[in-house]
């Protein structure tokens, strides 16, 4: 098959798979049916877990004993959760973090 022909299956396979991961949930809990408690502790709980794990994830590397001691991604973090704060808005916080992030890493700890 040509190169195309893969993309194009790649790129339904994708689509495909994001459509069910929204649907599936009204499908099994939409109309009248009361959400388990599980799913609903869940919900309450893997946010904040998946927050924890990526910010682990982002500083893991960082070498405090050399170069910037990194405060670029310490203030980055900061930043984020400060917006977070004062805003309760995830775009904002995440944008907001990010550029700063990348400010500092190309213009003051270049």
């Known amino acids: 098959m040509p190169l195309n022909i893969y993309s194009v299956i790649a790129i339904a396979l994708a689509a495909l798979c994001t459509f069910a991961t929204r649907a599936v949930p009204f499908a099994l809990f ?14 309450k709980v893997l946010p904040a877990a998946i927050i924890a794990t990526l910010i682990i994830y982002c500083v893991r590397d960082i070498n405090f004993l050399a170069g910037s001691h990194g405060a670029a991604e310490i203030s980055a973090i900061l930043a984020t959760a400060i917006l977070h704060i004062w805003k309760r808005n995830t775009l904002i916080s995440i944008g907001g973090g990010t550029v700063l992030y990348m400010v500092l890493i190309q213009y003051v700890f270049a």
Request: zero cysteines; charged letters at 20%.
């Open 30 to 43: 939409g109309g009248k049916k009361e959400v388990p408690p599980v799913v609903n502790y869940l919900g």
